[in-house]
């Protein structure tokens, strides 16, 4: 039973990955581009979701991991010469860097108290950026050179301007990301996970070190968070301090909420869906946000646990 | 008495403030016996047991568990050490199901063997499942159960840890008659592969348990022995009672 059940699963994500990739021969030249974006996005948010769906633990300063990849990406491609993929990394390290720190901080505090303690460092991360503006433009932002955009990369010349190199290039890092994501929460490290969110103080006793569980989910989350970011700045060619900002920690929650926290593909499905809806409002209504707003207090009457979540609940208890 | 001595505690004291509601105990329990812990409510006897998983610290004095100072160990340390707790207020995942609840003490229970395969904690947990009645009920959602068995999947969880020392808190309480039986025969069959101390109001379950009855009053010792030498004692029949 178990076996099949394996199977199911991979087929199924699978199966979305093969969908992402088949719809870039239909898609027209904007939506092209805005799923690009929002596949970026979702890495995001699958990120934010291994700490919020499966941890329990509400961050709402997201934005200084994704910011932590964005910079530590943006500005080595930036100011050194280091190259794109170098650089690429560098911003990874830098957000699971920061997530270490930051957790060792911010996982003494739980529930509200962790809510504050990392918005308020979300706040500093996008102080620290707007007051270094001599370094990096603050909300202006900076705009990569064309030496970031073409480059050579073990003897294939890669050209970041290209839409179609875009588009898959951020496929394969959801793909990637979701695959690591799916094998850590169904292997043993997800099941603490999940009885750290239901229950920690029966955790703790029934030998678990949660402290040190938490901190590996936090690492996870920041350093899957940072990663986006720095596919973000390179792949756009833009950094500016906005992304710090706490709209950009909303909105992975957001994103989450809406497809379904707790499951791996509710970030994703959150985060087209969101993506559009703002998107579609936004050609009708200046009011956009209004729309973004009763669309999630509709969903936290009707559909609390998030469209996967109540999917899950109610008909598909398979899915991870 | 040729019996190892599992664990001992040292003048172990906690104060709250300037109530001291463990004070100077100098307890010790033997390997394989059960033994019941028991007293007046505010007695001190959750704090006591408390210190012993390490859920709080001591304010002073020492605990050794086979022979080795654990005292500023933490708690999940002492789990894997082998001393398993469950709580007086059940305490399980009422929204995991039954097996998962379990599984996830097996999973612990074999943290030392990393890379563990599922199946071997899906036995374990299975095999934990069957010896508290609870094996039909695998799928199930635990919070949709019964009190009664959700107590049972607790003791459950208790054994899946695999302990040397089973610390049971009220297990009892709020449990039907024809339960109680069941569960006394259950800590009958449990103390063969692991030493229990028990936390317990109800006596007709105390004296047909325990080995031996340590009887706390005020945070301290006020007696200790077999269940008849503590039936008779003056002294407890005093703390129970409110006479002399």
């Known amino acids: 039973m178990t076996a099949s059940r394996t199977m199911r699963v991979i087929a199924l994500h699978v199966a979305v990955l093969a969908a992402l990739f088949l719809v870039q021969f239909v898609l027209p030249d904007y939506h092209y581009l805005a799923m690009t974006r929002v596949m970026v996005l979702a890495i995001y948010a699958m990120g934010y979701n291994m700490l919020f769906g499966y941890t329990g633990l509400l961050s709402l300063g997201h934005a200084m991991f994704f910011a932590a990849g964005l910079y530590g990406a943006g500005m080595t491609a930036y100011y050194t010469d280091l190259g ?104 043993p490290m997800g099941r603490v996970l999940i009885a750290i969110r239901e229950n920690e103080p029966r955790t703790l006793m029934l030998g678990f070190d949660t402290f040190r569980t938490k901190l590996g989910a936090l690492v996870v989350s920041g350093t899957i968070s940072a990663m986006a970011g720095a596919a973000y700045g390179l792949l756009f060619a833009y950094i500016g301090a906005s992304f710090a900002s706490i709209q950009y920690s909303i909105e992975a929650l957001l994103f989450t909420l809406l497809g379904g926290a707790g499951t791996v593909l509710g970030p994703l499905l959150g985060s087209i869906l969101m993506f559009y809806m703002i998107d579609i409002a936004s050609e009708y209504t200046a009011a956009y946000l209004l729309v973004t707003g009763v669309a999630l207090v509709l969903l936290v009457l009707f559909f609390p646990k998030g469209i996967l979540g109540t999917i899950r609940e109610r008909w598909l208890p398979w899915l991870p | 008495m040729a019996s190892v001595t599992l664990l001992r505690t040292k003048g172990l004291s906690r104060q709250f403030g300037g109530l001291k509601a463990v004070n100077d105990v100098n307890f010790a329990i033997r390997e394989g016996e059960i033994r019941a812990l028991i007293g007046p409510n505010g007695a001190g006897k959750t704090t006591f047991v408390s210190l012993l998983s390490g859920r709080i610290a001591p304010s002073a004095g020492s605990i050794e568990f086979l022979g080795n100072d654990i005292t500023a160990r933490p708690a999940h340390k002492r789990v894997r050490d082998g001393i398993a707790y469950t709580f007086q207020i059940t305490s399980i995942y009422p929204m995991l199901s039954v097996f998962d609840n379990v599984a996830l003490s097996a999973q612990s229970a074999l943290q030392r063997s990393p890379g563990a395969k599922p199946a071997v904690i899906a036995a374990k947990a299975k095999e934990a499942l069957e010896h ?16 009664g068995h959700q107590r049972l999947l607790e003791v459950a969880m208790g054994l899946a840890l695999e302990p040397k020392l089973l610390i049971l808190d009220e297990p009892t309480q709020g449990l039907s008659d024809g339960e109680i039986e069941n569960f006394c025969r259950l800590v009958k069959e449990i103390s063969r592969s692991a030493t229990v101390l028990l936390i317990e109001h109800n006596m007709p379950v105390v004296m047909k348990l325990a080995d031996t009855i340590t009887v706390l009053n005020h945070g301290e010792i006020l007696a200790e022995g077999s269940p008849e030498n503590i039936r008779a004692n003056a002294a407890v029949q005093a703390a129970y009672l409110g006479t002399g």
């Open chain 2, 132 to 147: 508290v009645g609870l094996s039909d009920r695998l799928r199930d959602r635990a919070g949709t159960m019964s009190y």
């Open chain 1, 84 to 187: 794109v993929p170098l650089a690429f990394l560098i911003g990874i390290c830098c957000g699971a860097l920061l997530s270490l720190i930051i957790g060792l901080v911010a996982l003494r505090t739980t529930g509200v108290a962790f809510m504050i303690v990392t918005m308020m460092f979300g706040q500093v991360a996008y102080l620290t950026i707007t007051y270094f503006t001599d370094y990096t433009r603050g909300e202006e932002g900076l705009t990569m050179p064309a030496s970031a955009r073409n480059f050579d990369f073990l003897g294939l010349h890669v050209d970041l301007t290209n839409a179609v190199l875009r588009y898959n290039l951020a496929l394969a890092l959801l793909a990637i990301t979701l695959f690591v994501i799916l094998i850590l929460v169904r292997g």
